[in-house]
């Protein structure tokens, strides 16, 4: 059983700095693309950033320049720094993967965090 937990969420002031980790653990045989989602109050969830496997990223343009995703491979972690937040970046945030599972052969599964709260007061 594969599983996504994530952590580092919480209170902040606009302007300030969060950091999320996104920790993989079951059994994996390789993690392709990693990513953050957040849904908002009252909106549907959306793409926050994408990491593939070899490292490139997208990020939707309402967070380019604020925010940063990353990996760590050895670790099967996927963190996001978030910079400069403003009250609109609440929200709660999800991590997404794209997992192969030990015995699976090559089938890649999407896999969901819990999620975690980000609230930015202004």
Do not use: H
């Not at 990020?59 to 380019?64: G, M, N, R, W």
């Amino acid at each position: 059983q594969v599983q996504l937990v994530e952590s580092g969420g919480g209170l902040v002031q606009s302007g300030g700095s969060l950091r999320l980790a996104c920790a993989a653990s079951g059994s994996i045989f390789r993690i392709n693309r990693m990513g953050w989602y957040r849904q908002r109050p009252g909106n549907e969830r959306e793409l926050v950033a994408i990491v593939t496997s070899t490292g490139s990223t997208t990020y939707a343009d309402s967070v380019k320049g604020r925010f940063t995703i990353s990996r760590d491979n050895a670790k099967k972690t996927v963190y996001l720094q978030m910079n400069s937040l403003k009250p609109e970046d609440t929200a709660v945030y999800y991590c997404n993967g794209y997992i192969i599972e030990r015995g699976r052969g090559l089938r890649e599964d999407p896999y969901w965090g819990q999620g975690t709260q980000v609230t930015v007061s202004s």
